[in-house]
C-alpha cells in the first residue's frame, strides 16, 4: 500500500495517511513499526511523551529506506514551552531517534495557562 500524497501550501509532500505511536514500546512496538512500514506507512508521528522516539528511530534505520522517503513528526512536551526549552527538547528528541530532522514538530498541547506557547511558537519556526 503505497498512502496517496498531499501538497503541502510551501509545495512539500506528506503522506494522506500515517501511523500514530501512542502506547507502542518495546520489542512489541519495534515489531509493529517495522510490520507498518513494510506495509508501506511512511508518516510516523511520535511525541516525546510517548516514550517511544528511540524504537521509531530503530524501525526506521532498520527498514534501509531512505529518511527521505519518510515523513516524521514528533511533538513538544508542555514543561518545555520556553524558547530556549523547546530548542532543548527538538536536539533531545532528534537524538533520542537517531535522526537528522524533523518533518514537523507541533507543539503537544498549548497549556494556555502558562502562557509560553508563543515562545514555543517562535522557536519552531
Known amino acids: 500500500m503505497k498512502a496517496p500524497l498531499l501538497t503541502l501550501n510551501d509545495g512539500n509532500l506528506r503522506p494522506a495517511v500515517g501511523i500514530g505511536t501512542y502506547q507502542i514500546r518495546g520489542g512489541e512496538g519495534l515489531s509493529q513499526l517495522q510490520a507498518a512500514i513494510a506495509d508501506g506507512y511512511r508518516l510516523i508521528d511520535s511525541s516525546t511523551n510517548y516514550d517511544n ?8 534505520r532498520r527498514s534501509g529506506i531512505p529518511r527521505s522517503e519518510f515523513y516524521i513528526t514528533s511533538k513538544l512536551p508542555g514543561k518545555y514551552h520556553g524558547y530556549d526549552d523547546a530548542l ?18 507541533l507543539i503537544h498541547w498549548p497549556l494556555p495557562k502558562r502562557g509560553k506557547y508563543v515562545e514555543a511558537w517562535q522557536a519552531l519556526v
Open 88 to 105: 532543548t527538547s527538538i536536539q533531545e528528541s532528534l537524538a533520542r531517534m537517531g535522526l537528522d530532522y524533523f518533518d514537523a514538530f
Open 53 to 60: 522516539e528511540g524504537i521509531v528511530g530503530k524501525a526506521i
